[in-house]
């Protein structure tokens, strides 16, 4: 089966760095997404990974290890607005996501 | 610039009456079209895809339907909605998701309560 693990909820400081992780098993591999979602509004698209290494996007990076299935978020400089919930995604060998349940990041000052 | 809508924003419906959600893309065409529900507190279910007009690929069965009698039209109906399909409803759309990202955009949402 396909699979997509990531921890439920994490919690940090303002001002702090925080990695999220992310673990698959997926039928193919054709990318990683990262996507943010605030509570009750649509997630929208952080990143993007298909390669082996780190994208970084400001105070957004992204990595990305094929070979061990795992793939992580860190969010740098960590300020109240980045509260949401980070959904991992895999595209699989028929171009479709699979998503992870997504992880809630609650940031206290 | 590409952008996608979605109508109502929210819908409190009887249990065993009808449904109808609609989404609409503006700003390109032939775009790959995607219906997906989330559950309170979990990830997202991928329901229906559509890669052109009459084109639905049904990931999950149940009382759901969907169908693309446009281009850029998308609809998500049911003839008797159960408690179980309360929800957020999440319309979304791509590019050929064969080449490049081709990150998935969504729409605003409609929330979904059946009592």
């Known amino acids: 089966g396909q699979n997509i693990d990531q921890p439920t909820e994490m919690t940090a400081t303002e001002g702090a760095i925080v990695q999220i992780n992310c673990t698959y098993q997926?039928?193919?591999?054709?990318?990683l997404f990262w996507y943010q979602q605030h509570a009750g509004e649509a997630p929208t698209f952080l990143s993007y990974n298909v390669l082996d290494g780190l994208e970084e996007k400001g105070r957004f990076s992204s990595f990305l290890s094929r070979s061990k299935g795992y793939s992580y978020l860190l969010l740098k400089e960590l300020q109240m607005k980045d509260s949401a919930s980070y959904l991992c995604a895999v595209k699989d060998s028929n171009y479709q996501l699979i998503w992870g349940a997504g992880t809630k990041l609650i940031i206290k000052p | 610039s590409q952008t996608i809508h979605q109508w109502p924003a929210t819908l409190v419906q009887p249990v065993g009456s009808p449904l109808s959600l609609e989404c609409t893309v503006e700003?390109?065409?032939?775009?790959?079209l995607y219906w997906y529900r989330q559950a309170a507190g979990r990830g997202l279910q991928l329901l229906f895809y559509s890669v052109g007009i009459g084109q639905i690929s049904s990931e999950v069965p149940q009382n759901l339907s969907a169908s693309r009698p446009q281009d850029r039209q998308f609809i998500l109906s049911s003839k008797k909605l159960l408690l179980s399909d309360s929800g957020f409803y999440l319309c979304?759309?791509?590019?050929?998701?064969?080449?490049?990202?081709?990150?998935?955009?969504f729409g605003p949402g409609t929330r979904l309560t059946v009592l």
């Open positions: 997926t039928s193919g591999f054709n990318g």
């Open positions: 700003g390109t065409s032939n775009p790959n």
């Open positions: 979304a759309w791509s590019w050929d998701p064969g080449t490049g990202s081709n990150e998935q955009f």
